[in-house]
């Protein structure tokens, strides 16, 4: 196959499901390369495939060279324009700036989220969660999250961010996921939003491959 994203565990790796899941719901075909996380040869195992050492990194053979690229927004960016004629970003030129900006904001932001409340998606860390909502970060994060969600579908009247699926609601996945685990209420609309992300057959794919994972990291 033409293409291969290399990942993480799925049970924890956050940036590994972004790329994955707008591949997925754009009907792209890839293969997939996981590498677990945590472990003594994970650098040099990522290293055979992207220059950073880190994943997603996605790998095109497709052409007469070998095109890497190695960062989860510059994955779906390529793949938007090579492969999924656009679809990945809204068609309306306002709308698509506004996705654009609300991706970028995930994808450099809420660091004190990312710390306190990270991706493991088969366990249910509530009294965790309770105490990471308790710092001032963590909950100035949840509140812009909520308030990003909540003006998108506002505007776009659904049922995703943008109207269609798109990166936007791709770079947010891993934050569906992380409310549940550690037990972040949201009102109904946030909170429909929230499982129809979660409800995605691929999203349910990636959710049954991170339960059989047998890694545990413990909190990474």
Known sequence: MALTLVIGNKNYSSWS???????????????????????????????RHS????????IDASGSGRLTVWDSLAICEYVNEAY???????????????????????????????????????????????????????AADITRIRALWFEALLQSSGPFLFGEFSTADAFFAPVAMRFITYGVELPPALAAYRDRIVGLAPMQDWIA????EVEDLGDH
Not at 19 to 41: S, T
Not at 52 to 58: A, S, W
Not at 114 to 124: E, K, L, P
């Open 84 to 138: 999924a004629d656009g679809r990945l970003w809204p068609a309306d030129r306002a709308a698509r700036a506004c996705a654009r900006c609300v991706a970028a904001e995930m994808h450099s932001g809420f660091a004190a989220l990312r710390t306190h409340m990270s991706m493991d998606i088969r366990a249910r860390k509530f009294e965790r969660g309770a105490s990471a909502m308790a710092r001032a970060d963590v």
């Open 17 to 47: 499901l972004r790329p994955w899941l707008a591949m997925r719901m754009a009907g792209i075909a890839f293969d997939e390369i996981r590498v677990p996380l945590d472990q003594p040869d994970t650098k040099a195992n990522i290293l």
């Open 51 to 58: 220059p950073t050492g880190k994943v997603p990194c996605l």
């Open 209 to 212: 491959a991170a339960t059989a």
